[in-house]
């Protein structure tokens, strides 16, 4: 009885900490930031609609929404998130907090079509003192916006490239495909870093002196790092991020 006891206990302690995932998923913004994706998806396929072949578009099309399909996406990035972190409740409690709130709400603000559309040139100079200039750097610092502005880049940048490796097969090589991709990486997260400080500070504008700090002293904690890191998996693994056409497998049922 007591074997039977403990074998309970411990398949609840398995729900309660799934459920814990799919609540941090939900509230740190994903499902959001993943339709944001969508949106500039498709705005990538069409840009690309005047000056390729019916076929070679459509082909295009077909290719990235399979890598793209939401569902997928979503479960993806959850099954790498519970593979990354190791205990989601700190990071749950801050982003279901009334400034975890307002973190999201401010980051997923910023992905937003027409947020993106009026910024396409690029952002303003940011107004900021000394004081928040130094949180802002501290918070650049710890937060992996650098790194999943570069992923995001890349998983755009790669609708018509995908498409043309899945119609030529052999167009690149695996190790050629490989090292162009690193070096855009490189390069791209050169270029994102140049103007990060700024970045951050339009996109978290509306947050006070003291709610920044407050936000900068979770990031900087061993919880917060922990989430930071596990989320640069996830959205690596949401993107498909290295992953071949043949490798991506449609989103399961019941997951």
Known sequence: ?????????????????ADDYARLYQAAGWPEQRAHFGEALKLAQQRYQGTLPPAVFQALVD??????EPAAMDQRAQAALRMALADPLPALQFFESPLGKRVVAAEVRASAREQ??????????????????????????VVPATEAGAEVSLALAGVAADSLSSMVPGLFGGDQAQMLVQGQRERLMQQIEADIDNTLLHVY???????LDEFVAFAESPAGKAYYQAAVAALRAGLAAGQGE?????AQQGI
């Open 246 to 250: 043949q490798t991506i497998q449609p």
């Open 1 to 17: 009885m007591r074997a039977v006891f403990a074998l309970f206990m411990l398949l609840c302690s398995f729900a309660v900490s």
């Open 116 to 141: 993106l559309a009026a910024h396409a040139n690029g952002l303003p100079p940011v107004q900021a003192d000394a004081t928040r200039r130094l949180l802002i750097r501290h918070l650049a610092q």
């Open 205 to 211: 504008r509306d947050l006070s002196d003291p709610e």
């Open 63 to 68: 290719n990235s929404n399979r890598r793209f």
